[in-house]
């Protein structure tokens, strides 16, 4: 596995505490949260990374595929 990017990200208090509450009902990270919105945000723009899919939801959304 290719070694992790490391990103400094400044957020507004209010959206990192949403992001933590989300991260939380979803069992994840917070850094972790982040990089699930930003996948899902390139799956909905159309401009998937060709790394493929990464987190607990990947074998989920691979399965409910035709």
Excluded: C, H, T
Aim: net charge neutral; hydrophobic share 45%.
């Amino acid at each position: 596995m290719a070694e992790r990017k490391k990103l400094l990200l400044r957020l507004d208090p209010a959206v990192y505490d949403a992001i933590a509450r989300w991260a939380a009902d979803d069992l994840r990270s917070v850094n972790a949260q982040i990089e699930f919105a930003l996948r899902l945000a390139l799956d909905q723009a159309g401009r998937n990374p060709k790394s493929g899919r990464v987190g607990r939801d990947s074998a989920a959304a691979d399965e409910s595929e035709p």
